[in-house]
C-alpha cells in the first residue's frame, strides 16, 4: 500500500504581495501533491502566511494600517491567488491563528524547561530585512547578501536557544541521510556551514523594540523571534500533538523551500525538532531563484513577476508548463517572455497541439467521429514500437517526479509526443485512407494514436490539469473519472470502440511575437522600480523635454487616494499637479519648497482633478524621494 504523503510550502512572509517566486513554490508543491495522488497516496498539502515580525509593523504602518489590519489583507491575497492558478491546497495556516500561538507556546515551555533555552546579553550585526543575526563570514563586503544593506549592531538581552548542543547530532544525522535535504548541493552546503562553530539561537525580540508577535510564555517582556515561530506552522498546520492528522503525516512530511531560507530550515528547524522530542521531517527540497536581468527577483529590488498578470495573459496551464519545464530544481533559472513565448509556440502549440488536433480530425474525417474497432492482425504491424515508447514514458516520469526532476518528467513526455509525431509520418494515413484494402491499417493507426494521446493526457496532470481534462472530454472519456492513475497509465489498453469522439479544438492558440514582443509588458509589478537602464535616446528627443523650477504653494489630499496630493505649483504662472507621494510626504514637508517639474506634458486627469506637468523623484525601497534644490532659485526657470 502506498504511504501518505504530506508536503508544504513556506509560509510566505506578508509584508509584500505575492509574486512568481512565491507562485512557483507553491504550484511546485500542488504539482507533487498531485502526482502523488496519481499513485493512489492519501495526500496533504499545507501553505499559509506568516505575519509577526518588525516587518510586517513598519509596512503596516506604510499603510496607515494596524498589524492585524494590514496581516489580513495581504494574507487573503495570497489565498485567494492559488486557486487562480489551479493550486489545490488542504489546508492555509495563518501565525495568527490561536490554534497556531497555543503550539509555538507548549512548544518553547517544553524547550525551556528542559534546560534548552537560557537568558543571556548579546551584541550582533543585525539585518532588520532578515530580522535575523548575522555573523561577520555570512556577510558579503559587510553586507546583507539579500538586502545589500550593512546591517546594524545591536546590543540587548534575549532568551537563546542551545542550538550549538545539537551540532555534532546534525552533523550525524545528515551524514547518515545523504537524501535529508536534496538537492546534493544545498546537503553539501549545510554541512559545510556546520564546520564551523553554530553557536545558540536569539529567539525573542524585547517588547520595548517589538511588540508584534507571541509573547514568551515564560517571559511576558518578550515577544518570539519570528522564524522560531514560523517554523512551528508545519506541525501546528496538522494538529501536532495528538490531532490524527498529525500522527497520520507528520512521519512522511516534506518541504519545499528556496535556497535562501535553507539555514532556518536546514540547521534551526531540525535542532528544533530534536530539541522538542518530536520525529525530523522526511525530506528538504530545495530550488533556485528565478532571475529577472540577471537579478534574484526580490521585492526589494523593484523586480518581481505579477503571476496574475501572466496567467491571465497566456493561460494558466501555459504559465504552468513553463515554470516546471523551464526551471531546473535546486538551479536558477532566468526569466523572460521570450522564453515563455518560445515554450508556447514550439511545444505547446506546435508538438502537442497540433498532434491532438491532427490525431482528432483524422478520427472525424476517416471513421466519422468515433474510436474505430480493430483487428489484431493488421495491429501487428503498424504499432512500431508505439506501445514500448508509451510505457517508456510513463517509467521515466515517475522516476523523474519522484526525484523532483520535473523538467526531466517533462521531457518524457515530450519525447513521447514526438514519437507519435514520427508515428504519423511514417504510417501516412491519409495513404492508407486512400486504398480500401488497407482500412483495417488505418483503424489499428488511429487507434493507437488515440490511445497514445490518453497516455499523455493523464502524465500531463499534475502540471497541466485543465488541459489533461479537456483532451479527456475529446477522446470520449470521463474527465471526472480518475483517468490520471499510474496503474493505469502502465497498461496499453485501447479506448473503447464505438465512443463518439467531439470535435478537435485547438488546445494552445500560437502567440504572434509581432503583437507579444516586449520584454516583460504588464507582468512587472506597477509599483516596482526597474533598476535596469532604458535604451538610449539622442540630446535632440531629449530636448524637447521641458524640465522647470517650481515652488510649492499649496498641498492638499486627494479624496478617495491615499497614495496621492495635490500640488498648487508656481513656474511662473500658478499650475496643479498630482503626485503619488502622500505616503512619504505631507503638506508641511512640501510648501516652500522648490522641486523639479516637466511642464510639457499634456495634461491628464486624474480623479476629476487636471494635472498640468509631473514631479521628478527618485524610487527608493520605502517609497519615492523628491528631487529638490540645493539654493532658492526663480519660479519657471529651466533645467538643463
Same mark, same amino acid.
Given at each position: 500500500?502506498? #504511504?501518505?504523503?504530506?508536503?508544504?510550502?513556506?509560509?510566505?512572509?506578508?509584508?509584500?504581495?505575492?509574486?512568481?517566486?512565491?507562485?512557483?513554490?507553491?504550484?511546485? /508543491?500542488?504539482?507533487?501533491?498531485?502526482?502523488? %495522488?496519481?499513485?493512489?497516496?492519501?495526500?496533504?498539502?499545507?501553505?499559509?502566511?506568516?505575519?509577526?515580525?518588525?516587518?510586517?509593523?513598519?509596512?503596516?504602518?506604510?499603510?496607515?494600517?494596524?498589524?492585524?489590519?494590514?496581516?489580513?489583507?495581504? %494574507?487573503?491575497? !495570497?489565498?485567494?491567488?492559488?486557486?487562480?492558478?489551479?493550486?489545490?491546497?488542504?489546508?492555509?495556516?495563518?501565525?495568527?491563528?490561536?490554534?497556531?500561538?497555543?503550539?509555538?507556546?507548549?512548544?518553547?515551555?517544553?524547550?525551556?524547561? %528542559?534546560?534548552?533555552?537560557?537568558?543571556?546579553?548579546?551584541? =550582533?550585526?543585525?539585518?532588520?530585512?532578515?530580522?535575523?543575526?548575522?555573523?561577520?563570514?555570512?556577510?558579503?563586503?559587510?553586507?546583507?547578501?539579500?538586502?545589500?544593506?550593512?546591517?546594524?549592531? *545591536?546590543?540587548?538581552?534575549?532568551?537563546?536557544?542551545?542550538?550549538?548542543?545539537?551540532?555534532?547530532?546534525?552533523?550525524?544525522?545528515?551524514?547518515?541521510?545523504?537524501?535529508?535535504?536534496?538537492?546534493?548541493?544545498? +546537503?553539501?552546503? @549545510?554541512?559545510?556551514?556546520?564546520?564551523?562553530?553554530?553557536?545558540?539561537?536569539?529567539?525573542?525580540?524585547?517588547?520595548?523594540?517589538?511588540?508584534?508577535?507571541?509573547?514568551?510564555?515564560?517571559?511576558?517582556?518578550?515577544?518570539?523571534?519570528?522564524?522560531?515561530?514560523?517554523?512551528?506552522?508545519? *506541525?501546528?498546520?496538522?494538529? !501536532?500533538?495528538?490531532? =490524527?492528522?498529525?500522527?497520520?503525516?507528520?512521519?512522511?512530511?516534506?518541504?519545499?523551500?528556496?535556497?535562501?531560507?535553507?539555514?532556518?530550515?536546514?540547521?534551526?528547524?531540525?535542532?528544533?525538532?530534536?530539541?522538542?522530542?518530536?520525529?525530523?521531517?522526511?525530506?528538504?527540497?530545495?530550488?533556485?531563484?528565478?532571475?529577472?536581468?540577471?537579478?534574484?527577483?526580490?521585492?526589494?529590488?523593484?523586480?518581481?513577476?505579477?503571476?496574475?498578470?501572466?496567467?491571465?495573459?497566456?493561460?494558466?496551464? @501555459?504559465?504552468?508548463?513553463?515554470?516546471?519545464? #523551464?526551471?531546473?530544481?535546486?538551479?536558477?533559472?532566468?526569466?523572460?517572455?521570450?522564453?515563455?513565448?518560445?515554450?508556447?509556440?514550439?511545444?505547446? /502549440?506546435?508538438?502537442?497541439?497540433?498532434?491532438?488536433?491532427?490525431?482528432?480530425?483524422?478520427?472525424?474525417?476517416?471513421?466519422?467521429?468515433?474510436?474505430?474497432?480493430?483487428?489484431?492482425?493488421?495491429?501487428?504491424?503498424?504499432?512500431?514500437?508505439?506501445?514500448?515508447?508509451?510505457?517508456?514514458?510513463?517509467?521515466?516520469?515517475?522516476?523523474?517526479?519522484?526525484?523532483?526532476? !520535473?523538467?526531466?518528467?517533462?521531457?518524457?513526455?515530450?519525447?513521447?509526443?514526438?514519437?507519435?509525431?514520427?508515428?504519423?509520418?511514417?504510417?501516412?494515413?491519409?495513404?492508407?485512407?486512400?486504398?480500401?484494402?488497407?482500412?483495417?491499417?488505418?483503424?489499428?493507426?488511429?487507434?493507437?494514436?488515440?490511445?497514445?494521446?490518453?497516455?499523455?493526457?493523464?502524465?500531463?496532470?499534475?502540471?497541466?490539469?485543465?488541459?489533461?481534462?479537456?483532451?479527456?472530454?475529446?477522446?470520449?472519456?470521463?474527465?471526472?473519472?480518475?483517468?490520471?492513475?499510474?496503474? =493505469?497509465?502502465?497498461?496499453?489498453?485501447?479506448?473503447?470502440?464505438?465512443?463518439?469522439?467531439?470535435?478537435?479544438?485547438?488546445?494552445?492558440?500560437?502567440?504572434?511575437?509581432?503583437?507579444?514582443?516586449?520584454?516583460?509588458?504588464?507582468?512587472?509589478? %506597477?509599483?516596482?522600480?526597474?533598476?535596469?537602464?532604458?535604451?538610449?535616446?539622442?540630446?535632440?528627443?531629449?530636448? +524637447?523635454?521641458?524640465?522647470?523650477?517650481?515652488?510649492?504653494?499649496?498641498?492638499?489630499?486627494?479624496?478617495?487616494?491615499?497614495?496621492?496630493?495635490?500640488?498648487?505649483?508656481?513656474?511662473?504662472?500658478?499650475?496643479?499637479?498630482?503626485?503619488? *507621494?502622500?505616503?512619504?510626504?505631507?503638506?508641511?514637508?512640501?510648501?516652500?519648497?522648490?522641486?523639479? @517639474?516637466?511642464?510639457?506634458?499634456?495634461?491628464?486627469?486624474?480623479?476629476?482633478?487636471?494635472?498640468?506637468?509631473?514631479?521628478?523623484?527618485?524610487?527608493?525601497?520605502?517609497?519615492?524621494?523628491?528631487?529638490?534644490?540645493?539654493?532658492?532659485?526663480?519660479?519657471?526657470?529651466?533645467?538643463?
Amino acid at each position: 500500500m502506498t #504511504e501518505p504523503f504530506y508536503i508544504t510550502t513556506p509560509i510566505y512572509y506578508v509584508n509584500a504581495k505575492p509574486h512568481l517566486g512565491h507562485a512557483y513554490t507553491t504550484i511546485v /508543491a500542488d504539482v507533487i501533491c498531485r502526482f502523488h %495522488s496519481m499513485q493512489k497516496a492519501e495526500t496533504y498539502f499545507l501553505t499559509g502566511t506568516d505575519e509577526h515580525g518588525d516587518k510586517v509593523v513598519r509596512a503596516a504602518k506604510k499603510e496607515h494600517e494596524t498589524p492585524m489590519v494590514y496581516v489580513d489583507r495581504i %494574507s487573503s491575497l !495570497f489565498k485567494g491567488l492559488w486557486p487562480e492558478l489551479n493550486i489545490k491546497f488542504n489546508s492555509f495556516i495563518r501565525t495568527t491563528d490561536l490554534a497556531h500561538v497555543t503550539v509555538v507556546e507548549k512548544i518553547l515551555q517544553k524547550i525551556y524547561d %528542559s534546560g534548552d533555552i537560557y537568558f543571556s546579553e548579546y551584541e =550582533g550585526l543585525y539585518c532588520y530585512g532578515c530580522e535575523r543575526f548575522y555573523t561577520e563570514r555570512e556577510l558579503v563586503d559587510r553586507k546583507c547578501p539579500d538586502h545589500e544593506s550593512e546591517p546594524a549592531t *545591536i546590543k540587548e538581552s534575549n532568551y537563546f536557544f542551545k542550538m550549538s548542543a545539537y551540532q555534532g547530532w546534525l552533523i550525524e544525522y545528515i551524514h547518515n541521510h545523504p537524501d535529508f535535504i536534496r538537492p546534493e548541493r544545498y +546537503k553539501n552546503e @549545510v554541512l559545510s556551514f556546520l564546520k564551523e562553530p553554530l553557536g545558540d539561537l536569539c529567539i525573542s525580540r524585547p517588547k520595548t523594540r517589538l511588540q508584534w508577535g507571541i509573547t514568551l510564555p515564560f517571559d511576558k517582556n518578550y515577544v518570539t523571534y519570528v522564524w522560531f515561530d514560523a517554523l512551528l506552522n508545519y *506541525i501546528s498546520g496538522i494538529g !501536532f500533538p495528538d490531532g =490524527g492528522l498529525f500522527k497520520k503525516f507528520w512521519p512522511h512530511a516534506q518541504h519545499i523551500i528556496a535556497k535562501d531560507i535553507l539555514k532556518p530550515h536546514g540547521i534551526y528547524w531540525p535542532t528544533m525538532l530534536k530539541a522538542a522530542g518530536i520525529p525530523i521531517y522526511k525530506h528538504l527540497n530545495v530550488h533556485g531563484y528565478w532571475n529577472i536581468d540577471q537579478s534574484k527577483m526580490s521585492k526589494s529590488l523593484g523586480n518581481v513577476v505579477e503571476p496574475l498578470q501572466l496567467k491571465n495573459r497566456y493561460g494558466i496551464d @501555459v504559465f504552468r508548463y513553463f515554470l516546471m519545464r #523551464e526551471m531546473v530544481f535546486g538551479l536558477d533559472s532566468i526569466f523572460h517572455i521570450d522564453a515563455l513565448i518560445k515554450r508556447t509556440n514550439s511545444d505547446l /502549440a506546435n508538438d502537442l497541439g497540433n498532434l491532438f488536433s491532427r490525431v482528432l480530425a483524422m478520427t472525424h474525417k476517416y471513421f466519422p467521429a468515433t474510436v474505430p474497432e480493430t483487428d489484431p492482425k493488421a495491429e501487428q504491424g503498424f504499432q512500431s514500437g508505439l506501445k514500448s515508447d508509451a510505457l517508456k514514458a510513463v517509467e521515466e516520469f515517475e522516476k523523474s517526479m519522484c526525484r523532483f526532476s !520535473f523538467q526531466k518528467a517533462l521531457i518524457a513526455i515530450w519525447d513521447f509526443i514526438s514519437k507519435m509525431n514520427k508515428y504519423i509520418d511514417v504510417t501516412a494515413p491519409w495513404v492508407l485512407a486512400k486504398k480500401k484494402s488497407s482500412q483495417k491499417q488505418l483503424a489499428a493507426v488511429i487507434n493507437n494514436l488515440l490511445e497514445g494521446l490518453r497516455i499523455v493526457s493523464g502524465l500531463l496532470y499534475p502540471v497541466m490539469p485543465d488541459t489533461a481534462m479537456t483532451m479527456q472530454k475529446h477522446l470520449g472519456l470521463d474527465p471526472e473519472k480518475p483517468f490520471y492513475h499510474l496503474d =493505469g497509465l502502465k497498461t496499453w489498453k485501447k479506448i473503447t470502440p464505438g465512443i463518439v469522439l467531439p470535435k478537435s479544438i485547438i488546445l494552445f492558440p500560437r502567440i504572434d511575437t509581432k503583437k507579444d514582443n516586449t520584454p516583460h509588458g504588464d507582468i512587472v509589478d %506597477s509599483d516596482a522600480s526597474i533598476s535596469k537602464i532604458k535604451p538610449e535616446i539622442t540630446l535632440e528627443t531629449f530636448n +524637447k523635454v521641458d524640465l522647470r523650477v517650481a515652488t510649492v504653494l499649496r498641498v492638499d489630499t486627494v479624496p478617495k487616494a491615499k497614495k496621492l496630493l495635490k500640488l498648487e505649483i508656481d513656474i511662473g504662472e500658478k499650475r496643479t499637479i498630482i503626485a503619488g *507621494i502622500a505616503e512619504n510626504y505631507t503638506s508641511e514637508d512640501l510648501v516652500g519648497r522648490q522641486i523639479i @517639474v516637466i511642464v510639457n506634458l499634456k495634461p491628464a486627469k486624474i480623479l476629476g482633478i487636471v494635472s498640468q506637468g509631473m514631479m521628478l523623484a527618485a524610487v527608493e525601497e520605502n517609497g519615492p524621494v523628491v528631487a529638490t534644490l540645493d539654493k532658492k532659485t526663480k519660479p519657471g526657470a529651466p533645467i538643463r
